[in-house]
């Protein structure tokens, strides 16, 4: 796994200012006042730091941004980075001036001087989140190097208050990996031999391979699976940091972990994205990861449906028949609608095993909710308001776009088919509502539940304030605060 830049904090030091080999970093409110650290910067250059503060580029900075004065005379360093960033910061604001000094930072050392700095433990999440680059398939990769250092008043309290974010970036991190892999990499198999390996954090995990699930009933789900030579699995992930008796949290995860669309073969620009398509499943993993980190309080289980979509001799075709877990039969007009047969059957299964609090799927599910969405919101369905006002407040306070679209019977009218139960697809009209109502047809009426699409944010093709470009992590930090706002009262 792409590993976490190393962070430590400690007690303000100004010594160590003068010699400090790498980067330095200082924070400014608009007034330009400068903090201890600053000044000791400002008196080793004679006066530059000053120079540059009272200058028009400074007066220009936005909030949240960073100048550099570069190799500064009287000092050690390779740069000085000032950052603008008023005392008064909102969250938003100290992890963006966080990721603005990652992407400065190359393989330096950093040196953070937040003696005066509100939202420390912000900046170091920022920063952390946004020093991430795949470079698993890059043959002249070195190891990363450098490290970073935060000087700042309460090093103890503030390691403490980093400490649960860390755990959400590392999360983070899990799933950008799993997202960015290759689909000749990330096989049905790898994939789920990565999860087994997460038992070591003290999850318990559980594979269940083709027989099980042929014995279970998954017959749509492994009908997708059909046509690749890779086996399906589904792969239950338990975290029990609650009380005994408490009813989990289920998290179910789309994770094709590629999708040709089968025999409905998608046209071929643009095809190869679909190595993201295992996406809700990769959030569903670093949200375990996550979980187990920070050792949260909370009955947690983390199901995904994984399996490859391909075309062939034995694939599934269209307008075969198949029956779901649940017992209904769903006439499938277009291969290419799949994730929504892999969820139903992992989202039965969740249900009639753990008899879940609430029920959470995520999915890169359709290319409809792009349309309708862009690349800023994932598109939010739910059949309970107040776990759906829950969710929608902890992405808002973790800043991870998040937008709720309807449900209806009118919707649900256009999944009738004419020979089975339904069809998987309803048509180009609301494309992404119709999805999400077939999903509703595999939801008890006792289980409150939400389903994400996620096929617009969970990887983008221009960087985004805490990702570069490529897969985002968007859902590990939301989910994560939601269990902490929910799911650990009490
Ligand atoms: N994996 C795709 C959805 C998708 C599209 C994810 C673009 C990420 C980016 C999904 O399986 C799919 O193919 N959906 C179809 C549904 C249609 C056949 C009803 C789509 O959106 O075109
Ligand atoms: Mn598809
Ligand atoms: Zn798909």
Redesign the pocket.
């Known amino acids: 796994m792409t590993d976490l830049t190393p962070i430590t904090f400690s007690e303000t030091d100004i010594d160590q200012i003068a010699g400090h080999a790498g980067r330095l970093a200082v924070f400014l409110e608009p007034s330009g006042r400068l903090d201890v650290g600053a000044r000791r910067i400002n008196k080793l250059t004679k006066g530059a730091l000053a120079r540059l503060v009272e200058g028009a580029r400074f007066a220009n900075l936005k909030p949240g941004e960073v100048l550099s004065l570069t190799y500064p005379s009287g000092m050690a360093a390779e740069a000085v980075d000032v950052v603008h960033l008023p005392r008064r910061a909102d969250v938003a604001l100290a992890r963006k001036a966080g990721a603005a000094l990652a992407k400065l930072r190359s393989d330096s050392d950093l040196l953070l001087l937040a003696a005066s700095t509100n939202r420390v433990a912000d900046v170091a999440f920022g920063l952390v989140m946004r020093d991430y680059t795949f470079q698993d398939h890059k043959s002249a990769a070195k190891p990363r190097k450098g490290s970073v250092t935060v000087m700042c008043a309460k090093p103890d309290d503030t390691r403490e208050a980093a400490a649960p974010m860390l755990a959400v970036a590392e999360g983070a991190f899990m799933t950008r990996d799993l997202t960015n892999a290759p689909a000749n990499v990330l096989t049905t198999s790898a994939f789920a031999e990565q999860l087994v390996a997460m038992e070591s954090l003290g999850l318990k995990v559980e594979v269940l391979d083709e027989d099980e699930l042929a014995s279970l009933g998954m017959r749509t789900l492994l009908s997708v699976g059909q046509g690749s030579d890779s086996p399906s699995k589904v792969v239950v992930m338990r975290w029990e940091g609650g009380a005994k008796d408490n009813a989990p949290l289920a998290l179910v995860g789309?994770g094709?972990v590629f999708?040709t669309?089968g025999i409905s073969l998608k046209p071929g620009a643009g095809m190869e994205d679909?190595t993201m398509?295992m996406g809700g499943a990769g959030v569903v993993s670093g949200v375990m990861r996550t979980l187990a980190r920070r050792k949260a309080k909370a009955n947690v289980v983390g199901l995904v449906g994984i399996v490859e979509?391909m075309p062939s001799g034995n694939a599934i075709r269209p307008g075969d028949v198949v029956k779901s877990m649940k017992g209904d039969t769903v006439e499938i007009i277009n291969t290419?609608?799949?994730?929504r047969l892999v969820l139903c059957d992992v989202m039965w299964y969740a249900q009639e095993r753990f008899k879940p609090a609430a029920m959470i799927d995520l999915?890169?599910?359709t290319g409809a909710v792009i349309i309708g969405l862009g690349h800023e919101n994932a598109g939010v369905f739910s059949n309970d308001d107040a776990l759906c006002n829950a969710f929608l407040k902890a992405a808002e306070s973790e800043h991870e776009g998040a937008w709720r679209l309807p449900l209806g019977q009118g919707y649900d009218d256009q999944l009738k088919s004419r020979i089975a139960d339904m069809k998987n697809v309803g048509g180009r009209p609301a494309g992404s509502i119709t999805a999400a109502q077939f999903l509703k047809r595999f939801v008890k009426d006792e289980t409150p539940w939400i389903h994400l699409d996620i096929a617009g944010v969970a990887s983008v093709k221009s960087e985004t304030t805490l990702a570069p470009q490529g897969a985002t992590g968007w859902g590990v930090a939301a989910l994560n605060r939601l269990v902490a706002d929910r799911f650990e009262k009490g």
């Open positions: 789309k094709v999708d669309g679909m398509d979509n290419d609608a799949e994730g999915a890169t599910l």
